[in-house]
């Protein structure tokens, strides 16, 4: 394995004690601007991600290369003693820990942030749980998808004569990894200053919650509930899905009166400018339907790519629904390096999202894949901890590590 650049984050030690997403995708984060993020695993299985998302040929996660990036795995069987008492020579030395267990099982671990700050005071402890780690429902089982029902996008998702629907990925357990991470962050700046480290408290229905914009003065004090509208959004047009010549689709968002403007300038429609019916931004959300049958007629009749160039050259944002296999061929993702490329001993070459945000002085970088199941055995309990190879080996016989 090749030496890793150091990052901004490089003079930080991470233990990473969760599983599946919400907590390893916060140690993902971390360790992409260069954090030493330590996964304990248990001995055998290692984190279910291993096994999800597999690839038919090798029979190996195409998944668990991606959340494990740049993370170091270290197998412990947290529910032994001896397992319990590892991890806790781990954290004496740690400035983070990272964990999406239910709530008390840590505790029931005798590895609970009280017990932990005790042995090191500077810790910072961040808990990524489905309901957070008080109130009535916080023992409750809780995977992410049960925290964007609860947090409300799951409602509002979807057509209207259909269930809610849900999009494609792992949206709650993401967006609370995300909060978890501001919150590491946060709070390691205030260590700074203070000395001290504290609990980051992430949970998935209030990471949901935290982007559903007005949704509650709209409830509140408008008395509007939002509902399933499909692809738009109520009384903002034009800003749709249209088709093109040849069965494709592209979007356009012109709901601004200027833009709006520059979009019937380059439809040859300036006679919709002044047109009562969609001369402001209220007329427009008012006569979506109609606005939409129009601006579609035009679409259809020409092929993407000319359509996309007048509106850009317009000024109009409009792109198109990009599949991977877009993404690959697009020569602004390979301008800014959107896509990385890593060697893989499996899959010979494997791509992946690179790091974001960009920084400019210190920026952040994908080194290597996630690691084999207690890769970094001997340089953990060897010469971090330093537990010699006949004690390491007998750890390992009585399934410790």
């Known amino acids: 394995m090749s ?21 390893p995708f916060c140690g993902q984060l971390l360790a992409d601007f260069g954090a030493e993020v330590i996964k304990l695993e248990p001995p055998g299985t ?10 038919k ?20 069987n947290l529910r032994s003693e001896e397992g319990q008492a590892l991890a806790r020579k781990i954290i004496a030395d740690a400035d983070i820990v990272v964990e999406n267990f239910r709530p008390g099982t840590l505790e029931r671990w005798g590895l609970g942030f009280d017990e932990m700050r ?8 961040a808990r990524v749980t489905g309901y957070g780690q008080n109130g ?36 709650g357990d993401s967006l609370a990894a995300v909060f978890a991470t501001i919150g590491v962050l946060t709070a390691v700046h205030h260590r700074e200053r203070t000395g001290r480290g504290q609990l980051v408290d992430s949970a998935i229905y209030e990471a949901v919650l935290a982007m559903m914009e007005s949704l509650l003065p709209e409830y509140a004090i408008g008395g509007y509930q939002r509902e399933r509208t499909g692809s738009v959004l109520p009384n903002i047009a034009p800003s749709n899905v249209y088709p093109t010549k040849g069965g494709e689709m592209i979007l356009v968002a012109a709901n601004q009166d200027s833009v709006f403007g ?27 339907v109609e ?37 690959f061929d697009d020569p602004h993702f390979k301008a800014r ?42 340089e953990i309990y060897g010469r971090l901890l330093g537990i010699s190879e006949s004690d390491r080996i007998a750890l390992a016989e009585r399934g410790i590590i």
């Open 262 to 288: 520059r979009l019937a300038t380059a439809m040859d429609r300036t006679d919709l400018i002044d047109n009562p019916l969609y001369c402001d931004h209220a007329a427009r959300g008012a006569n979506m």
């Open 118 to 125: 005790e042995i090191n005071p500077r810790l910072i402890m």
């Open 136 to 171: 009535p429902y916080a023992p409750r089982a809780g995977f992410g998808s049960i925290g964007e029902a609860m947090g409300g996008i799951r409602y509002v998702t979807g057509n209207a004569d259909m269930p809610p629907s849900r999009a494609g990925i792992s949206l």
């Open 57 to 76: 040929s090798h029979g190996k996660s195409l998944w668990w290369p991606v959340v494990a990036r740049n993370k170091k795995s270290v197998t412990c």
């Open 291 to 327: 606005l939409d049958d129009i601006i579609g007629a035009w679409t259809a009749t020409r092929g993407t790519d000319e359509v996309l160039d007048v509106l850009h050259e317009a000024g109009v944002p409009a792109g198109r629904i990009y599949t991977a296999r877009d993404m």
């Open 3 to 23: 030496e890793r650049p150091a990052g901004p984050l490089s003079d930080l030690r991470v233990v990473e004690m969760g599983q599946l997403l919400a907590g």
């Open 337 to 378: 390096e959107a896509i990385v490329r890593l060697a893989h001993p499996d899959f010979g070459e494997i791509p992946m999202a690179g790091v974001v945000p960009k920084l400019s002085d210190s920026p952040g970088s994908v080194n290597h894949p996630g690691p084999e199941l207690g890769e970094h055995n001997s």
């Open 46 to 55: 290692g984190d279910p991600m291993r096994q999800w998302g597999r690839e």
